[in-house]
Every structure is written in structure tokens, then in C-alpha cells.
């Protein structure tokens, strides 16, 4: 099982950019499909992106489409979360979590698809 640290979660503006990472260790990351999801105060933690194992595909969700974009540097076992144009809505806890699949796999947005999850960071966008 891999273990996934997240990072960069922090109060910012609306309209400013985040960056957040995520760190694996104990497997190395490319035999995983990464995503990140968020879960809002009295919400369900919901899709937010995903990549690809070797990073050629992504997904994202209607609500961040064109915002935010995820990447990895499989090198350095890093998944990262690029969120520009933040907006008050965009405030939640961010996590990552990798699916081991296929190197084909279509990627995911169903969070029970996910074997591990890290602790999650906290992003509060203020308006």
C-alpha cells in the first residue's frame, strides 16, 4: 500500500493561486492513478481531478474545469494540485488518493475506486 502526504492547504483571496503537492512513499506512484477530491463543511467529499499513471490523461470536474490542473512528477513520487482563480466555493479539505490500475485503465472519478487516501489539507478561500 502507498502512503500519500498532502501539503500546501492555506487561507488565501479569492482569485489568488494554490499550488498543492502530494507525496508518496512505500510504492512508487507511477503504478497508481492519482486524484484529488475535497469535502466541504456538511458535504461529501467529491471528485475534484485525476491523472493518468504515466500523467498523458486527466479529468476533471465540471466545477474546476479550466481552474484548476493536476500534474505528476513520477521521478520524484509528486502528484500536484495547480488552483488558480480560486473562488469561496472552492473552500474544503483537499485530499489525494491513489487507485492501482492498468496502465490503459480509464481513470476514475468514483472515490470507492480509491484503496488509499492521506490526512488531507485544509483550503480556505476568503471572499
Known amino acids: 500500500q502507498v502512503q500519500l502526504v498532502e501539503s500546501g492547504g492555506r487561507l488565501v483571496q479569492a482569485g489568488d493561486s494554490l499550488r498543492l503537492s502530494c507525496a508518496g512513499s512505500g510504492r512508487t506512484l507511477s503504478q497508481f492513478t492519482i486524484g484529488w477530491f475535497r469535502q466541504a463543511p456538511g458535504k461529501e467529499r467529491e471528485f475534484v481531478a485525476a491523472?493518468?499513471?504515466?500523467?498523458?490523461?486527466?479529468k476533471y470536474d465540471d466545477a474546476v474545469k479550466g481552474r484548476f490542473t493536476i500534474s505528476r512528477d513520477n521521478g520524484k513520487n509528486m502528484v500536484y494540485l495547480q488552483m488558480d482563480s480560486l473562488k469561496a466555493e472552492d473552500t474544503a479539505v483537499y485530499y489525494c488518493?491513489?487507485?492501482?490500475?492498468?496502465?490503459?485503465?480509464?481513470?476514475?472519478?468514483?472515490?470507492?475506486?480509491?484503496?488509499?487516501w492521506g490526512q488531507g489539507t485544509t483550503v480556505t478561500v476568503s471572499s
Open positions: 488518493a491513489a487507485d492501482r490500475t492498468i496502465l490503459t485503465a480509464p481513470i476514475s472519478d468514483d472515490r470507492g475506486q480509491y484503496e488509499s
Open positions: 491523472i493518468s499513471r504515466g500523467g498523458s490523461r486527466t
